[in-house]
């Protein structure tokens, strides 16, 4: 029996910077706090170092990912905390809240976007 890899990541595509065309990773083992640091960093790191403009529809899949994880945000970190110097999930909401309305996203717009299907899958034989 193959052994599985010990390690697992998470995938952002297209959320590299545009000077570097490789797929970005993080690790599946962040906690909810770490992941949520991880998307903030990576829209407020696209808009200020890489230029992204507020219509980039790159900013829309990292927008619903943050979105996504934040209800787990305000479960487990919603107080203060002094060695993060301040309360993380009132900070994430004020980072999400401000990319949403800087992009013109709703709620439900972030809720009900997916990713775009890639085709894939193996070919028929008649192919």
Do not use: C
């Not at 919603?78 to 990319?99: H, I, K, S």
């Amino acid at each position: 029996m193959p052994k599985r890899p010990l390690e697992r990541f998470v995938s952002y595509p297209g959320a590299s910077p545009d000077s570097d065309p490789s797929l970005l990773l993080g690790w599946a083992g962040w906690n909810h706090r770490d992941q949520t640091e991880a998307l903030v960093n990576l829209i407020n790191d696209r808009a200020s170092v890489d230029g992204w403009g507020k219509d980039d529809p790159r900013f829309v899949p990292l927008l619903a990912g943050l979105q996504e994880i934040m209800p787990w945000v305000h479960q487990w970190y919603d107080e203060d905390d002094q060695e993060w110097g301040g309360n993380p999930a009132e900070e994430f909401q004020t980072g999400l809240n401000r990319g949403r309305t800087d992009r013109h996203f709703s709620e439900s717009d972030l809720r009900d976007w997916r990713p775009e299907k890639k085709p894939g899958g193996r070919r028929s034989a008649a192919e």
